[in-house]
């Protein structure tokens, strides 16, 4: 399956600022998702990325606050921009590579807004 | 109500007991997914599966499509089992994106030695 590097971990950031998540897979993969989980909540989609074109969001979430690149078929970006304390938040990217392999999610970045 | 459904929310368990999670769910799916939540976030999943039952180490998963139920047991539990335990089901035709996933809300399960 899949390998994913996610970076930062984790990260402490002042309110009105933008963050940048990197999401590295170590192959090709069709698909690849960015997901939030807020504090005791269940995971909710943000957005898929789709590779050389506009993401495609979900309700609730816009790109002028979550934009989101994906320029090639490894490699994408979540940028939480403008942030807030409710940004606080684990945010996940996940990819899949084929129907047999299922999903494999990152290991998070876990951003606290102060 | 949601559609995916886990219980308990919470287990705690002694070291050596047999576990079991489950989860229900109310839509079409064509696959559920059982994923581990560890303390710093990241997950791991466990297990994908359409039908029947599947088993890896110590931990086996079961489906029955026609009850929508799903189960995770974990048998001799260890303390390292402790993490936060998802279901998840692939429901192509609930709405947005191609492969979104619908998650329950966890069961988090403590070990003690």
């Known amino acids: 399956s899949a390998v994913i590097s996610q970076k930062p971990s984790r990260d402490i950031c002042q309110r009105g600022t933008s963050l940048t998540i990197q999401c590295q897979v170590d192959s090709q993969v069709t698909m690849m998702f960015w997901y939030r989980q807020q504090p005791g909540q269940s995971l909710t989609l943000i957005a898929t990325?789709?590779?050389?074109?506009?993401?495609?969001?979900e309700s609730g979430f816009v790109i002028d606050k979550f934009p989101i690149s994906r320029p090639n078929l490894t490699f994408s970006t979540l940028t939480v921009s403008n942030m807030s304390p409710e940004d606080s938040s684990i945010y996940l990217c996940?990819?899949?590579?084929?129907?047999?392999?299922?999903?494999?999610f990152g290991s998070g970045t876990r951003l606290t807004v102060v | 109500k949601n559609e995916v459904e886990q219980s308990p929310q919470n287990l705690t368990a002694q070291e050596g007991e047999f576990i079991t999670i489950n989860c229900s769910y109310s839509?079409?799916?064509?696959?559920l997914h059982w994923l581990q939540q560890h303390p710093g976030g990241g997950i791991v999943s466990l297990f994908m599966?359409?039908?029947g039952k599947k088993k890896h180490g110590r931990l086996i998963a079961t489906i029955n499509i026609q009850e929508k139920h799903s189960s995770l047991h974990i048998t001799a539990s260890h303390p390292r089992d402790s993490a936060v335990y998802i279901c998840?089901?692939?429901?192509?035709?609930?709405?947005?994106?191609?492969?979104?996933?619908?998650f329950g809300k966890g069961t988090k399960l403590s070990v003690k030695p």
């Open positions: 839509v079409g799916i064509s696959a």
């Open positions: 599966l359409s039908s």
């Open positions: 990325a789709n590779q050389g074109s506009e993401a495609t969001y």
């Open positions: 998840a089901v692939s429901a192509p035709r609930h709405g947005g994106s191609q492969g979104n996933l619908i």
């Open positions: 996940s990819v899949v590579k084929d129907r047999v392999d299922g999903y494999t």
